[in-house]
Nanobody
Framework: QVQLVESGGGLVQAGASLKLSCAGS????????MGWFRQAPGKEREFVSF????????DYADSVKGRFTISRDNAKNMVWLQMNSLKPEDTAVYYC???????????????????WGRGTQVTVSS
């Protein structure tokens, strides 16, 4: 079992940066694919980024490519999302999630992730 706790959200102006952190528990943390998702009011939860156990496989939503960077440190049970050049449309609750590797289940689909944190609010003002 994995427990996830996000932190690092806040209120910033457009163009600013934030770094979200996700602290995981459990000895098997390194086996999971870790993802970041976000959900804005009135909208569905959407994919932001994922990283596999070694960091050799990473991807981002088109809307954040070139601005966000995901990373992890398995020794520390940590995953981060560095967010630069933030835009008002990035405003959402950001969730960290863990998924058991399985090629039959998409790494981009939030429904395939089993463990979730409670989320951290990111608000970007214009």
């Amino acid at each position: 079992q994995v427990q996830l706790v996000e932190s690092g959200g806040g209120l910033v102006q457009a163009g600013a940066s934030l770094k979200l952190s996700c602290a995981g528990s459990g000895r098997t943390f390194s086996m999971y694919i870790m993802g970041w998702f976000r959900q804005a009011p009135g909208k569905e939860r959407e994919f932001v980024s994922f990283i596999n156990w070694s960091g050799s496989s990473i991807d981002y939503a088109d809307s954040v490519k070139g601005r966000f960077t995901i990373s992890r440190d398995n020794a520390k049970n940590m995953v981060w999302l560095q967010m630069n050049s933030l835009k008002p449309e990035d405003t959402a609750v950001y969730y960290c999630a863990a998924k058991i590797p399985n090629i039959d289940y998409s790494d981009y689909d939030h429904r395939m992730y089993y463990y979730w944190g409670r989320g951290t609010q990111v608000t970007v003002s214009s």
